[in-house]
């Protein structure tokens, strides 16, 4: 999710609800006869709220879960989980004035803010990398077909170069002037795409790709020029796949953080909450 | 390049059920997810269910009460809540006005625990000024019809002291003269007297120990009789009629001992009975003679005269009957406290000199002075930290020097 103009109504929304918990927070800690702690009044109501925000924010997934169900539209939840989770941190801080309480209550603040910190992370990276894909990555596919696209490139790339080079098997060596193509297909074309995450070869280099394939032209005759480029294509294909692979892992990797220590902040917020309110 | 991509070409190349198969890394994710809830609430469970509650509590407890931090159900009970039953097994304190603030009859109320991280180790009792100020902020007020209560809101709001705005003089009727006392030159001794010869503090360091005759008195102000029975001395304090019954005793004690010789010729009652009536007999036998009988009245009464007249009167007031029986001594009503309500501490005082609160003392001659310190000498030090523009000062929050319940010793010394 981007947060551009249609997203002013929640930074509006929200930007009033901060100013009436920072006032409201303000009050309560002036008041020297309740001192705000969580278990005073005002304390409770900032955890409730808090809770709350955590409630909706973890909503999320079940939305996700029920797509077909008529429940608003999921660009509605994204934003609701997204302004409502950062909402949570100043909600959470006043709830305990500021303060993190005794052993399980810092853990489930320390696991609170990675938790909301992760999720900005991710947030930013929303706006970033898309961007960064869409400019760089012009052969973006599906990202769990990429192994299978990769699988197809190898067997493309073989068979381009056994149409003009014979079989690569072939006991008689490659057809006549089409050496250099075969033989720097075994030594840099193979071993690239063969390997599952190809690193340090000529073809991951924007720059020295083009001096590579302007060498080997220079080696092979003309009519063998468009298997070069066909050739270079498909590397060039595998490399913008493996880049939108790295780029996918930053882009969903965080969420290896932000979802499971989620999970556990709303399992440790439920205990929490129960059993302070049983010693309240 | 002959190679080209074309949306058909490019489509006809993924799998049509790819979304089938869940990709690993969601797998992960999701069981990554799950055992992320799962884990820590059966832990939290079984945490709360058999292991030691004192995981949740929600900060550290007051250092008095580190023996039970481990312990939380010898406060909050099985239901959870502080019960003024549970404060009550270990702690006495009675209320402050009983049935005037129902409110306050909870302990916890004013002492709430597990803050000792935010408010420090007295967290517990200190008390902010706001608990007090929401009675006594509004109004004066009399309690029970005896003592009035002015209104006050902040240490700088605060009235002069009673004894001072009333004008009320020193009770005491003992005479003493500080000025005297203090520029005495005394035999025997390289410096003059300090206010510490006779002002010392008592066990707990913080009030002074009542002035005590035969340690304070005694060196200078001798009681030794004269006349019949020179020499000898009387206890401090004796009632009239136990200091008569001392008197007749020393008296005959001297005469069965063959002393009564000495005794002066110039007194009626000096003239010693006939050695025969005393000597060799026993003590019953010669007080049960007239002859000795009349003489003892007449030495006891003579010493009795001399010690209210001399000894008793140089510091007490001495109240004589026109019958010449029995002389009365007023009692010495020196009040053990002059500022009930208050708790001070002297030990914690002992860099200020005592004449920087007490004024005045070396000039003094009057019993009814009075040297107090006022309102003015605590506001030297002490005010409201409160104020970030203020000096640095001590404490002056109203627990600093009241307590809120009855004025026992225990309370009155915050323990």
Same mark, same amino acid.
Request: proline share 6%; aromatic share 6%; net charge neutral.
């Given at each position: ?280 | 390049?002959? %190679?080209?991509?074309?949306?058909? /070409?490019? $489509? =006809?190349?993924? +799998?049509? #059920?790819?979304? !089938?198969?869940?990709? *690993? ?122 003592? %009035?209560?002015?209104?006050?809101? /902040?240490? $700088? =709001?605060?009235? +002069?002291? #009673?004894?001072? !705005?009333?004008?009320? *003089? ?130 006891? $009464? ?114």
């Amino acid at each position: 999710m981007r947060v551009d103009r249609q997203q002013r109504p929640w930074l509006i929304g929200c930007s009033l609800a901060l100013l009436l918990a920072t006032a409201c927070w303000w009050q309560a800690r002036s008041n020297p006869l309740d001192l705000l702690t969580g278990g005073s009044a005002w304390g409770l109501c900032f955890g409730i709220a808090a809770a709350a925000c955590m409630l909706i924010a973890i909503a999320l997934t079940l939305r996700k879960k029920l797509s077909t169900w008529p429940l608003g539209k999921a660009r509605h939840w994204m934003a609701g989980h997204v302004w409502l989770g950062v909402l949570t941190l100043p909600l959470v801080l006043f709830h305990g004035d500021f303060e993190f309480g005794g052993t399980l209550t810092r853990w489930l603040m320390a696991l609170f803010f990675v938790s909301w910190a992760s999720g900005v992370f991710g947030l930013a990276l929303q706006h970033w990398l898309p961007r960064m894909m869409t400019e760089q990555i012009a052969r973006e596919t599906i990202y769990e077909q990429i192994d299978h696209v990769v699988d197809l490139l190898r067997a493309e790339a073989r068979a381009l170069v056994e149409k003009h080079c014979g079989p690569l098997d072939a006991p008689d060596g490659p057809r006549t002037g089409t050496a250099p193509l075969r033989d720097f297909y075994v030594a840099q074309v193979q071993p690239y795409l063969a390997a599952a995450r190809p690193k340090k070869s000529p073809f991951d280099q924007r720059s020295t790709a083009p001096m590579q394939r302007a060498h080997l032209k220079r080696l092979v005759s003309a009519e063998l020029h468009d298997a070069v480029d066909d050739l270079f294509d498909v590397c060039d294909e595998r490399r913008q796949i493996e880049q939108q692979r790295r780029l996918h892992h930053w882009l969903h990797g965080w969420l290896f953080v932000h979802v499971p220590v989620s999970w556990a902040v709303v399992a440790m917020t439920f205990w929490h909450a129960l059993r302070a309110l049983h010693y309240t | 390049m002959t %190679r080209t991509r074309t949306t058909k /070409s490019l $489509a =006809s190349r993924i +799998e049509l #059920d790819y979304y !089938r198969r869940v990709h *690993p890394l969601r797998r992960w994710r999701k069981q990554l997810a799950a055992a992320a809830f799962i884990v820590p609430f059966a832990g939290l469970f079984a945490s709360a269910k058999f292991g030691d509650e004192s995981e949740w509590s929600p900060g550290r407890v007051a250092p008095s009460h580190a023996a039970i931090a481990s312990d939380c159900r010898s406060c909050h009970g099985a239901e959870g809540t502080v019960t003024d039953l549970a404060c009550s097994r270990c702690h006495e304190g009675e209320l402050h006005v009983p049935g005037n603030d129902p409110a306050a009859s909870e302990c916890a109320s004013c002492h709430r625990d597990h803050r000792a991280d935010r408010l420090g180790s007295d967290a517990l009792s200190r008390i902010d000024d706001a608990h007090c100020v929401r009675c006594h902020a509004t109004a004066q007020r009399t309690i029970a019809g005896q003592q %009035r209560i002015d209104a006050v809101s /902040s240490f $700088a =709001s605060h009235p +002069e002291f #009673d004894v001072h !705005r009333e004008q009320r *003089p020193d009770p005491g009727t003992i005479r003493l003269n500080h000025q005297l006392h203090l520029t005495l030159d005394i035999p025997g001794r390289s410096r003059n007297l300090a206010c510490a010869d006779c002002h010392a503090l008592d066990a707990t360091g913080k009030r002074m120990r009542p002035i005590a005759y035969e340690e304070h008195c005694a060196d200078c102000h001798s009681l030794e009789l004269t006349g019949a029975l020179a020499g000898a001395t009387v206890p401090h304090g004796l009632a009239p009629t136990d200091l008569r019954e001392e008197l007749t005793h020393l008296a005959l004690a001297r005469a069965l001992r063959g002393e009564s010789n000495s005794i002066a010729p110039e007194t009626p009652s000096s003239t010693p009975p006939p050695s025969p009536l005393i000597r060799d007999r026993s003590r019953s036998a010669a007080a049960a003679d007239p002859a000795v009988q009349a003489w003892l009245a007449a030495t006891v $009464a003579e010493s009795e005269q001399f010690l209210a007249a001399t000894r008793c009167a140089e510091c007490h007031s001495v109240e004589r009957s026109a019958s010449g029986g029995l002389a009365s001594i007023a009692p010495a009503g020196v009040p053990s406290s002059w500022f009930p309500g208050a708790r001070f501490d002297h030990h914690a005082h002992r860099a200020t000199a005592c004449a920087e609160c007490h004024h005045d003392v070396a000039a003094s001659r009057e019993t009814a002075d009075r040297h107090l310190p006022r309102l003015a000498d605590c506001a030297r030090c002490h005010g409201d930290r409160e104020n970030p523009r203020a000096p640095p000062q001590a404490r002056g929050d109203c627990v600093e020097c009241h307590a809120y319940h009855p004025h026992r010793e225990t309370m009155r010394d915050g323990r």
